[in-house]
């Protein structure tokens, strides 16, 4: 993840920025449609084709965005 600048984008945790790439983890799209958008995506990212990012890589990435933590539910303040 970090090795191919997705982070850059899309964050150390893959929780995205609102000026930079959507939020992409913690649960993240299903594996086959992980990878489908990966090697064919939409917008500003670059394809990564599999002389450039393994199908296992892709696994690895896609494993590694489902373990990230879930953010703390957000509390309003008392009114």
């Keep these: 993840f ?5 982070d850059e984008c899309h964050g150390r945790e ?3 920025a609102p000026t930079s790439g959507p939020r992409i983890g913690p ?3 299903a594996l086959a449609a992980f ?3 990966v090697r064919a995506p939409r ?3 670059p394809p990564y084709t599999a002389k450039v990012v393994s199908d296992q890589e892709l696994a690895d990435m896609h494993a ?3 373990a990230r933590p879930r953010p ?3 509390t309003l303040p008392p009114e």
Excluded at 2 to 6: L, S, T
Aim: glycine share 14%.
């Design 2 to 6: 970090i090795r191919y600048g997705c």
């Design 14 to 16: 893959g929780q995205g």
């Design 27 to 29: 649960n993240p799209l």
């Design 35 to 37: 990878v489908r958008y």
């Design 43 to 45: 917008n500003y990212m």
């Design 64 to 66: 590694y965005l489902t």
């Design 72 to 74: 703390p539910a957000r």
